[in-house]
T-cell receptor, first 116, second 111 residues
């Protein structure tokens, strides 16, 4: 079946502009996660959506970052007034959230954001 | 403060030999650990995991060892194959909603 898809695959933007990154999770997955990977770093958790519950925003680095998930499916991560330190690969993952010890997260290919 | 660390950014191994990737963590609340494998331009894919109630989990050529007292886990790949060349991330979970990842180790398996 189709995996997690993300668009665009690459985005170059000027400092100060807003960007929107899109994630289409695997159909039927109720949980959706956003991470980012800066150059030479590990993956950094940003935000988590589970069903209709309020999202866990504890990883968002500043109030310039926001995300929404419409209809429990597609998610959009928005970065306002982009800064050069926002340059990274933004990864989306989804999981079934069956309530077990841990539900495997399936990752998309990522969006590489470059802020010039 | 990095809670999960992979101190070796890269590792080179000859085909057929054992690859050992190491990971250290500081948060004693972590109770589930995972290894992910990442090829260029692709998202990470799940490889193997271990619960904190175990000290070893084996899946084919891949074995993960957990030493809770040392807060250390390792991934053994034997025998290593050229197709194993990728970046390997260890990750930890504490029954919350997020994974905490290490910085990754780039494994190169030479034919």
């Amino acid at each position: 079946g189709a995996g997690v898809s993300q668009s665009p695959s690459n985005k170059v933007t000027e400092k100060g502009k807003d960007v929107e990154l899109r994630c289409d999770p695997i159909s039927g997955h109720t949980a959706l996660y956003w991470y980012r990977q800066s150059l030479g770093q590990g993956l950094e958790f940003l935000i988590y959506f589970q069903g209709n519950s309020a999202p866990d925003k504890s990883g968002l680095p500043s109030d310039r970052f926001s995300a929404e998930r419409t209809g429990g499916s597609v998610s959009t991560l928005t970065i306002q007034r982009t800064q050069q330190e926002d340059s990274a690969v933004y990864l989306c993952a989804s999981s079934l959230r069956t309530g077990g010890v841990f539900d495997e997260q399936y990752f998309g290919p990522g969006t590489r954001l470059t802020v010039t | 403060d990095q809670q999960v660390k992979q101190n070796s950014p890269s590792l080179s191994v000859q085909e057929g030999r054992i690859s050992i990737l190491n990971c250290d963590y500081t948060n004693s609340m972590f109770d589930y650990f995972l290894w992910y494998k990442k090829y260029p331009a692709e998202g990470p894919t799940f490889l193997i995991s271990i619960s904190s109630i175990k000290d070893k989990n084996e899946d084919g050529r891949f074995t993960v060892f957990l030493n809770k007292s040392a807060k250390h886990l390792s991934l053994h790949i034997v025998p290593s194959q050229p197709g194993d060349s990728a970046v390997y991330f260890c990750a930890a979970n504490n029954a919350g909603n997020m994974l905490t990842f290490g910085g990754g180790t780039r494994l190169m398996v030479k034919p």
